[in-house]
């Protein structure tokens, strides 16, 4: 586990855990919904509005230059950060689900057909659901899905059997965000390519604690947010092949994604100006770059991903200890995400206790019903680590579980 030393320094860049409830420090366990920012983010995002902020690659003068260089070198750092071969294949969209439906509609549209499948998995957030429902209801694509076993993981064995001709696109997460269970990427891209099947992997919450080389990946596509890689909101990123975006038309309309304009006649611009109608959130990706920089700077990564499976560890020692509470996924390969219920107690009654600790936890179906459904139950409690997570947040998880069991007793 990482030394207690190196987290404290890592907490002491994030200005919002230095918070105290009741007179005790902030347990801010809700990093898979959105992580907490460090004060090197917040420092660029204001030294851009502060100093020069302007429209990018509109202007001549000496402010847009200089926040479109800025802009275009969050581009940049962003495909060395996922390994792509070009910032071509870098877009940038509001957040993942933007990303997902920017694909939908413009690559589903063009190329998919009734009768067509397209593969999802039982582990899917909703924003990798809902896109491809409306392919399924308005041209008549087939979706399947494929199973999880009792312990969390993918049942690979019928994902193997619905992998057939038919098969045009798998899309799935590359960790759960409600149980944080890992997905065996190669296996499925491999098998994808087999058939001539096109891959879409929602990397939200897997980028923040794995590597993602999307060259060795081998995928189509990956999506991923800003705000969960402790960036900013408001900022998310679509990776695509170069070719394959120049083979995708415009998802919207408007300035900058254009060559030519009349009345006539109209030309676009190639991947990723295309796919980048009006104003971009500018500060946003800029944000997003030094989050990058960040990440990469100050963060020794193989150590902190160890680290964060060290406490995942330790919660579900201590945890699962404690008689009358289920943690629901066993699956062999997971990361970052211990998702558990206390029988009796419904999980919104459990995060409003913890909430009084100044324990800060998800409790709820995290955008995954279809999960929830599949477990036979409507929620649960979620705690997810970050790389300032430390063993005294654990203690107080604990000290949390026993209090709930106290009052409900």
Same mark, same amino acid.
């Given at each position: &586990?990482?030394?207690?030393?190196?987290?404290?320094?890592?907490?002491?860049?994030?200005? %919002?855990? $230095?918070?105290?409830?009741?007179?005790?420090?902030?347990? @801010?366990?809700?990093?898979?919904?959105?992580?907490?920012?460090?004060?090197?983010?917040?420092?660029?995002?204001?030294?851009?509005?502060?100093?020069?902020?302007?429209?990018?690659?509109?202007?001549?003068?000496?402010?847009?230059?200089?926040?479109? $260089?800025? /802009?275009?070198?969050?581009?940049?750092?962003? $495909?060395k950060f996922i390994e792509a071969r070009s910032a071509k294949e870098i877009i940038f969209t509001r957040n993942a689900t933007e990303a997902i439906n920017l694909v939908a509609a413009s690559w589903g549209r063009k190329f998919l057909k009734a009768g067509d499948e397209i593969i999802l998995t039982e582990l899917e957030h909703h924003a990798n659901i809902v896109?491809?429902?409306?392919?399924?209801?308005? &041209?008549?694509?087939?979706?399947?899905?494929?199973?999880?076993?009792?312990?969390?993981?993918?049942? &690979?064995?019928?994902?193997?059997?619905?992998?057939?001709?038919?098969?045009?696109?798998?899309?799935?997460?590359?960790?759960?965000?409600?149980? #944080?269970?890992?997905?065996?990427?190669?296996?499925?891209?491999?098998? $994808?390519?087999?058939?001539?099947?096109?891959?879409?992997?929602?990397?939200?919450? #897997?980028?923040?604690?794995?590597?993602?080389?999307?060259? %060795?990946?081998?995928?189509? /596509?990956?999506?991923?947010?800003?705000?969960?890689?402790?960036?900013?909101?408001?900022?998310?990123?679509?990776?695509?092949?170069?070719?394959?975006?120049?083979?995708?038309?415009? @998802?919207?309309?408007?300035?900058?994604?254009?060559?030519?304009?009349?009345?006539?006649?109209?030309t676009f611009k190639e991947a990723p100006y295309r796919f980048e109608a009006g104003t971009p959130a500018i500060v946003e990706a800029i944000g997003l770059g030094a989050a990058v920089d960040y990440l990469l700077g100050r963060l020794d990564y193989p150590y902190f991903i160890k680290h964060e499976l060290a406490l995942l560890n330790e919660a579900e020692k201590?945890?699962?200890?404690?008689?009358?509470?289920?943690?629901?996924?066993?699956?062999?390969?997971?990361?970052?995400?211990?998702? /558990?219920?206390?029988?009796?107690?419904?999980?919104?009654?459990?995060?409003?206790?913890?909430?009084?600790?100044?324990?800060?936890?998800?409790?709820?179906?995290?955008?995954?019903?279809?999960?929830?459904?599949?477990? #036979?139950?409507?929620?649960?409690?979620?705690?997810?680590?970050?790389?300032?997570?430390?063993?005294?947040?654990?203690?107080?998880?604990?000290?949390?579980?026993?209090?709930?069991?106290?009052?409900?007793?």
């Amino acid at each position: &586990m990482m030394g207690a030393k190196k987290v404290s320094l890592i907490r002491d860049d994030f200005p %919002a855990l $230095a918070q105290k409830v009741n007179g005790r420090r902030v347990t @801010y366990l809700d990093s898979a919904a959105s992580a907490q920012k460090p004060q090197a983010v917040i420092d660029m995002m204001n030294q851009v509005m502060t100093e020069h902020y302007a429209n990018v690659h509109r202007g001549v003068y000496l402010f847009s230059a200089k926040t479109s $260089a800025a /802009f275009e070198d969050a581009r940049t750092k962003i $495909a060395k950060f996922i390994e792509a071969r070009s910032a071509k294949e870098i877009i940038f969209t509001r957040n993942a689900t933007e990303a997902i439906n920017l694909v939908a509609a413009s690559w589903g549209r063009k190329f998919l057909k009734a009768g067509d499948e397209i593969i999802l998995t039982e582990l899917e957030h909703h924003a990798n659901i809902v896109p491809w429902w409306f392919l399924k209801e308005q &041209m008549g694509v087939v979706i399947k899905v494929v199973p999880i076993l009792k312990n969390g993981a993918l049942d &690979m064995e019928a994902f193997d059997r619905l992998v057939t001709g038919k098969t045009k696109l798998i899309a799935f997460t590359q960790m759960s965000n409600a149980l #944080g269970t890992l997905t065996p990427v190669g296996h499925i891209i491999k098998k $994808a390519k087999s058939v001539g099947a096109k891959t879409l992997i929602d990397g939200s919450q #897997g980028i923040v604690h794995l590597y993602a080389n999307v060259t %060795a990946l081998d995928c189509d /596509f990956y999506v991923f947010t800003g705000h969960k890689l402790y960036g900013p909101s408001g900022i998310g990123v679509l990776y695509g092949r170069e070719e394959l975006l120049n083979e995708m038309p415009p @998802y919207q309309g408007g300035g900058e994604m254009i060559e030519k304009v009349s009345f006539d006649e109209i030309t676009f611009k190639e991947a990723p100006y295309r796919f980048e109608a009006g104003t971009p959130a500018i500060v946003e990706a800029i944000g997003l770059g030094a989050a990058v920089d960040y990440l990469l700077g100050r963060l020794d990564y193989p150590y902190f991903i160890k680290h964060e499976l060290a406490l995942l560890n330790e919660a579900e020692k201590r945890i699962s200890a404690i008689p009358g509470v289920k943690i629901w996924s066993q699956a062999p390969e997971r990361a970052a995400i211990l998702s /558990f219920t206390i029988d009796n107690v419904h999980p919104h009654d459990v995060a409003t206790v913890f909430d009084q600790m100044g324990v800060c936890v998800r409790a709820g179906h995290h955008c995954a019903q279809p999960l929830m459904k599949a477990l #036979g139950i409507t929620a649960t409690v979620r705690a997810s680590f970050g790389c300032y997570s430390t063993l005294d947040d654990i203690a107080r998880l604990e000290e949390g579980v026993q209090k709930v069991k106290k009052l409900f007793k």
